[in-house]
């Protein structure tokens, strides 16, 4: 069961694997870069396992400690986490114990759109195909994050401007939203308060009003966002059509 659970996930974690590899070994080279031993980006990405996190978090520990700061930026970075694990309240309420703790806590963008797009079949065990898809993911992340940051310090190159992978990630994330969004006003709402919370503070100091900005925004034009349904793009819809 576990056997065949795996040969099924397997291949629906390749394009994954690819990608998890490439974004996963340069966080390594960033965290190298900023002085970093192999052992934080091993551990933070089995622990923290939230990949755009895991760049800010480097910037965050070379910072100075301010909590209040760190915990905002983390729930705003990782909000939409929340709106997977809602959706997957039906599918997980039949599963117990520690595979049920494992599928919540692996959930990241990746694995909740294989592990919510794709229904196994009959003779494929769907709690066993899911938990092999989050850990294989996992283990692409960690060994991707960890093989950057062992050749980040024994492979010495300029490493100016690997900084705006994080940028670049974000950037990323924000225009597939974009295209999977039938409606923009969320995004709309978070540029427009970013950009003026930075002309009017600062890029120092720029961060929690905006958040603060956001988030009253959303509450004001509450009823709009509950109209903006999202139709969501099925990515492994040609690869089904292909099987």
């Known amino acids: ?30 965290a190298s870069s900023k002085g970093f031993s192999f052992i934080y980006p091993l551990f933070m ?6 990949g755009s996190m895991e760049f800010v978090t480097i910037s965050l520990l070379l910072a100075s400690f301010n909590p209040v700061y760190s915990f905002l930026l983390a729930l705003m970075v990782n909000a939409r986490h929340l ?18 703790f494992y599928l919540i806590y692996g959930m990241c963008d990746e694995t909740f759109s294989v592990n919510c797009s794709i229904t196994p079949p009959p003779e494929i065990n769907r709690e066993w195909f899911m938990i092999w ?3 294989l993911n996992q283990i692409y992340w960690v060994f991707g994050a960890t093989m950057g940051a062992v050749l980040g310090s ?10 705006f992978v994080m940028t670049a990630l974000f950037f990323v994330m924000f225009l597939d939203q ?17 950009f003026s919370c930075l002309l009017l503070f ?4 720029f961060m929690i009003p905006a958040m603060a900005l956001i ?16 139709i969501v793009k099925n990515p492994h819809e040609s690869e089904e059509n292909v099987r």
């Open 178 to 194: 974009w295209d999977t969004a039938s409606r923009h006003l969320p995004a709309l709402i978070g540029v427009i308060c970013s």
């Open 133 to 135: 898809v989050t850990l």
């Open 202 to 205: 600062g890029k120092s100091n």
């Open 154 to 163: 024994v492979i010495h190159f300029d490493t100016t401007g690997i900084e």
């Open 1 to 30: 069961m576990k056997r065949n659970a795996l040969k099924y996930a397997f291949p629906y974690t390749l394009p994954i694997c690819a990608g998890f590899l490439f974004l996963g070994m340069s966080y390594g080279f960033f």
């Open 45 to 50: 990405s089995m622990f923290i396992f939230a």
């Open 83 to 100: 709106f997977y694990g809602i959706s997957m309240l039906d599918t997980y309420k039949d599963y117990k114990g520690i595979k049920k």
């Open 215 to 230: 988030i009253l925004s959303f509450f004001l034009c509450r009823n709009r966002l509950d109209d903006s349904k999202k």
